[in-house]
């Protein structure tokens, strides 16, 4: 049996609920597209990052995998994708010291391109 679909009433009843709990409604995400050439480089550079995502309250939620391209010009290579816990929290991360001070061993290691994005996590997300 398929599960109803909640009316606008009963959707935005949620919606203020949640925001009078505080709970915040946008996240920040980091997604990264990377070809690494240079495993040896990037088996030292990769625990490096690790911890500097969870010491700004990040984590992963993916990291590689097959991608299949479905419309479009992207090839994606590896696709990385971080959470932080808002947009602002993902934006200082890329401009800590922490991050910042892995740009040359990333560089050693990888090509990428970065993007951080602002994304809704409530209810109907």
């Known amino acids: 049996m398929a599960a109803r679909a909640r009316t606008r009433v009963e ?9 009078w709990r505080g709970v915040p409604l946008v996240k920040g995400y980091m997604m990264i597209d990377t070809e690494v050439f240079d495993q040896e480089v990037f088996a030292e550079f990769a625990p490096k990052i690790v911890d500097a995502v969870q010491a700004h309250g990040g984590r992963f939620l993916m990291r590689g995998g097959t991608a299949e391209v479905i419309e479009g010009d992207w090839t994606p290579n590896r ?7 808002s947009f602002e929290r993902a934006q200082a991360f890329v401009r800590s010291t922490e991050y910042t001070s892995l740009n040359d061993l990333r560089s050693r290691c990888m090509r990428s391109s970065v993007v951080v994005v602002e994304g809704y996590d409530g209810p109907g997300s």
């Open 11 to 19: 959707y935005c009843t949620e919606l203020v609920q949640v925001v």
């Open 79 to 85: 696709v990385v994708v971080m959470e932080f816990d």
